[in-house]
């Protein structure tokens, strides 16, 4: 019975197992992911907001007030967490350059008529006067200063909506780094897009380390718009860890130059930008450097960025149902798609790959390529997914292999007769044999004396003399008093008697005799196990059998 509850059970999971193979495969996750990370995808901008009054005394007093906004970096981020949250580069939000030289050289140029460059350096002039007043502008600010600066750093966030929103909102630095390369954190001070938060791109845990590992960069190149959507290219990681300069990168098969082309990339605004895992589409670093070499820094540089500005990065509502929305979309199934692709936009109305992907849903829906209406179509046996004569074909290959293992078996058990639980229809099962070692108990002797005295009594109870009262031609029986023997009772306290049809009407007919007690003549005993009585006990304390029967 063992055996063949173990080859049923066998089967059963040889059964599910088949049966678990095509749903297995389709479940597998979606190519085209870095849709995932692009609906987080931002454009960040900062500026400083330059407020400038400038102290002429050289002719008449006049003050001349002036305010400036100084481009400090642009680039991308990328939201990590609903309330709208971004990671991007320090030097996309900071810069080395003062921005009060800028104005001086600025409000100095317009007033003065003065060919003084608007840029970050300090400059000379031919003419000594105006050159004292302008280098006593420059800052630091002092008592004989000629400038009064007062400046601040303003952040605008443009996320990727449709329409799209040309304001963004402001956010403040949580943490920069302490270098330009470094991850900077930013949190919002106003408000951030839908009523259940913003889309999020998941963070990965780790950077592939084999040579040419397939990543996808992405980011934007200006402000979103319709005719500026996000920019997506492909890129292949050099193997190894990041060091100082960051990960670099290089195609495989060597048809491009890949830290040319994203060093382009990077120029034109996609510092800061997300590198996208391959498989999982996971955020697994940002791009740094330009020119002609566009690098990588780590996802593990990002969460101790995070860490730091006590921010942390999770998933929302929206991510949870875009992701439901894209399963459907990209396994072909886009009547299933286009109620998902509903519910985000719902959760978020501006969210434009989701606005992309059920405008072409619903244009696939119901035709020959949407897999919904191809499964319902097929004939039966006929699925629309992956033929399944591959998997009923293992499957009877391991089932086959499965009964022949049975049949080996029973086979080997047949030739070696009957086991522990075998045996024979005519014979039955067999009875187990006493472990070797254990003596076997004597049978009893018919012809020996079935009496046996058992002392259960503390102490042990007195057995009759030789030649006493007996049931038979043995030893002694073991008897006790009866009740007209107890001197309180009432009965008789004569000598021994009898047993059975000697008993007296003493003794009740129970067939007891009186014994002798060191203790005393009123001592009872229980005609049942022997125990002893007191004078009060109706019943036994040791079986429960009555006293006076």
Same mark, same amino acid.
């Given at each position: 019975m063992r055996r063949l509850g173990t080859v049923l059970a066998l089967l059963g999971g040889c059964a599910l197992a088949v049966a678990a193979m095509p749903a297995a495969l389709a479940h597998e996750h979606p190519s085209g992911i870095t849709d995932l990370v692009t609906p987080a995808v931002v454009r960040v901008e900062a500026t400083a907001h330059v407020e400038i009054t400038l102290l002429d005394h050289l002719d008449d007093i006049v003050h001349i007030k002036k305010e400036y906004e100084v481009p400090i970096g642009s680039g991308?981020?990328?939201?990590?967490?609903?309330?709208?949250a971004v990671v991007t580069l320090t030097r996309v939000v900071e810069t080395g350059k003062d921005?009060?030289?800028?104005? *001086?050289?600025?409000?100095?140029? @317009?007033?003065?008529? =003065?060919? #003084?460059?608007?840029?970050?350096? /300090?400059?000379?002039? !031919?003419?000594?006067?105006?050159?004292?007043?302008?280098?006593?502008?420059?800052?630091?600010?002092?008592?004989?200063?000629?400038?009064?600066?007062?400046?601040?750093?303003?952040?605008?966030?443009?996320?990727?909506?449709?329409?799209?929103?040309?304001?963004?909102?402001?956010?403040?630095?949580?943490?920069?780094?302490?270098?330009?390369?470094?991850?900077?954190?930013?949190?919002?001070?106003?408000?951030?897009?839908?009523?259940?938060?913003?889309?999020?791109?998941?963070?990965? *845990?780790?950077?592939?380390?084999? @040579?040419?590992?397939? =990543?996808? #960069?992405?980011?934007?190149?200006? /402000?979103?718009?319709? !005719?500026?959507?996000?920019?997506?290219?492909?890129?292949?990681?050099?193997a190894g860890g990041a060091g100082d300069g960051g990960r670099r990168f290089r195609d495989p098969e060597g048809k491009a130059d890949e830290p040319v082309k994203l060093g382009a990339l990077i120029d034109r605004g996609l510092l800061g930008g997300p590198v996208i895992e391959d498989k999982k589409g996971e955020v697994v670093g940002l791009l740094v450097g330009g020119g002609k070499d566009g690098r990588m820094i780590g996802v593990r540089e990002i969460t101790a960025a995070l860490a730091e500005a006590k921010v942390t990065a999770r998933r929302g509502p929206i991510d949870a149902a875009f992701e439901q929305a894209l399963t459907r979309f990209h396994t072909k199934y886009y009547g299933d798609a286009v109620p998902a692709f509903q519910r985000v936009l719902d959760l978020y109305p501006g969210h434009v790959v989701a606005a992309a992907h059920l405008k072409t849903s619903q244009a696939k829906r119901g035709t020959a390529e949407d897999e919904g209406t191809r499964s319902a179509a097929a004939p039966a046996g006929d699925g629309g997914g992956p033929p399944l004569w591959p998997f009923l074909a293992g499957g009877g290959v391991?089932?086959?292999?499965?009964?022949?293992?049975?049949?080996?078996?029973?086979?080997?058990?047949?030739?070696?007769?009957?086991?522990?639980?075998?045996?024979?229809?005519?014979?039955?099962?067999?009875?187990?044999?006493?472990?070797?070692?254990l003596p076997r108990r004597p049978q009893a002797d018919e012809g020996a004396n079935p009496t046996v005295v058992v002392g259960r009594s503390f102490p042990a109870l007195p057995k009759l003399p030789s030649g006493g009262p007996s049931t038979g031609p043995g030893g002694p029986v073991l008897v006790a008093r009866g009740p007209g023997a107890d001197g309180t009772a009432g009965g008789s306290t004569g000598g021994a008697r009898g047993s059975g049809a000697d008993a007296g009407p003493g003794t009740g007919g129970t067939g007891t005799v009186p014994q002798p007690?060191?203790?005393?003549?009123?001592?009872?005993?229980?005609?049942?196990?022997?125990?002893?009585?007191?004078?009060?006990?109706?019943?036994?304390?040791?079986?429960?059998h009555p006293a006076e029967v």
């Open positions: 991308t981020g990328t939201v990590v967490n609903p309330e709208g921005v009060k030289v800028y104005a *001086a050289n600025k409000i100095f140029a @317009e007033h003065h008529k =003065v060919d #003084v460059p608007a840029d970050f350096e /300090r400059h000379k002039l !031919d003419d000594d006067r105006l050159d004292r007043h302008l280098q006593q502008c420059y800052p630091p600010e002092r008592s004989t200063a000629t400038c009064i600066i007062e400046a601040t750093t303003e952040i605008r966030i443009f996320p990727n909506i449709a329409p799209a929103d040309d304001e963004g909102f402001r956010a403040e630095i949580a943490r920069a780094g302490d270098r330009p390369d470094s991850p900077a954190v930013l949190v919002p001070v106003g408000r951030a897009d839908g009523g259940t938060g913003m889309p999020t791109a998941p963070l990965g *845990a780790k950077v592939p380390d084999t @040579e040419g590992a397939p =990543v996808a #960069v992405a980011g934007f190149t200006g /402000r979103p718009a319709a !005719d500026r959507p996000e920019t997506v290219e492909i890129a292949h990681l050099r391991l089932v086959a292999a499965v009964v022949a293992g049975a049949l080996l078996l029973w086979r080997r058990a047949a030739q070696d007769g009957p086991g522990e639980e075998g045996g024979t229809v005519e014979t039955g099962p067999p009875v187990p044999e006493p472990p070797v070692g007690v060191a203790g005393g003549a009123g001592q009872k005993y229980c005609t049942a196990c022997g125990m002893r009585l007191g004078q009060a006990h109706r019943f036994c304390g040791f079986c429960g």
